[in-house]
């Protein structure tokens, strides 16, 4: 299977990287990792899959915390993994934190992977130095200091809800 461009591994560097000069946000956690993407697509029989080992597999492990950091584009009628999630947070009392996407901003840009249920959705945010250091992109002066990146989905979904929960930086870390 494919990794393309390392996302996940980079995803993981900024959970939890513990190295003498840098550190992640959880600097001492344990990963169970599961890749659900081969090729340039990911399944839904994979994610599904994915999901449920997450809390039952050979090994007798269960997550405390899940992240799945894939896009898509929300479809209108309530799907299996909002479902599924819903029913794994309840059981095992897991925290889901799932992309918002990156189809930029609009109605039903939002993720399909967690419309709705027990889920924590994450979009994109930027800083005015990052756009200018790493894109050289340059800001006048009465831009904001921080804002949400172009590319980053943003909702209303279809039930309403406004998407993303938070926003985290979302690119060149």
């Excluded at 996407?101 to 249920?117: D, M, P, T, V, Y």
């Excluded at 992109?137 to 990146?149: D, R, T, Y």
Aim: proline share 4%; charged share 10%.
């Amino acid at each position: 299977a494919a990794d393309f461009e390392s996302h996940g591994t980079h995803v993981a560097g900024i959970i939890g990287a513990d190295g003498p000069t840098l550190q992640g946000a959880a600097p001492k956690v344990n990963f169970m990792a599961l890749k659900v993407c081969s090729g340039i697509s990911c399944t839904s029989g994979a994610i599904i899959r994915g999901l449920v080992e997450s809390f039952y597999n050979s090994s007798g492990l269960t997550a405390d915390v899940v992240n799945i950091s894939l896009g898509s584009q929300q479809g209108y009628t309530a799907d299996i993994y909002s479902y599924l999630i819903r029913d794994l947070a309840a059981k095992f009392g897991a925290v889901f934190f799932v992309s918002a996407s990156n189809s930029g901003a609009g109605f039903r840009s939002i993720n399909s992977l967690g419309h709705f249920g027990p889920i924590v959705s994450v979009g994109a945010s930027v800083s005015r130095e990052t756009l200018l250091q790493h894109y050289d992109v340059n800001i006048l002066s009465g831009a904001p200091e921080h804002s949400v990146f172009g590319f980053s989905s943003a909702g209303p979904n279809y039930t309403g809800q406004l998407r993303p929960n938070i926003v985290a930086p979302g690119s060149a870390l």
